[in-house]
Nanobody, 115 residues
Framework: QVQLVESGGGLVQPGGSLRLSCAASGRVFSFYPVGWYRQSRGKERELVAD???????NYADSVKGRFTISRDTAKNTVYLQMNSLKPEDTAIYYC?????????WGQGTQVTVSS
């Protein structure tokens, strides 16, 4: 069973930056897409960004131009660079990967944007 572990969350002021990391226990990111999702209180989990096997990326409209997803296959790690953070970005951020129907999820990392 592959494990995904997120890190890098925390408290940041509006306009600040954070970089989230998602580390896999095996060399899986070369073989499966990876998505960053977030869930804030009272809302459904939503896709923030994903990176496909060949490296193409997609972003939710709400984060375009502010967030960047990237991958280091040698380190089995996917990153989410988050700039110009807003209070509405406050959520638990999760990474997900794996075969369709049997995806792996991390435990999540809390991001709080507040002054």
């Amino acid at each position: 069973q592959v494990q995904l572990v997120e890190s890098g969350g925390g408290l940041v002021q509006p306009g600040g930056s954070l970089r989230l990391s998602c580390a896999a226990s095996g060399r899986v990111f070369s073989f499966y897409p990876v998505g960053w999702y977030r869930q804030s209180r009272g809302k459904e989990r939503e896709l923030v960004a994903d990176i496909q096997i060949r490296g193409s990326t997609n972003y939710a409209d709400s984060v375009k131009g502010r967030f960047t997803i990237s991958r280091d296959t040698a380190k089995n790690t996917v990153y989410l660079q988050m700039n110009s953070l807003k209070p509405e970005d406050t959520a638990i951020y999760y990474c997900m990967s794996g075969p369709r129907g049997s995806e792996w999820w991390g435990q999540g990392t809390q991001v709080t944007v507040s002054s």
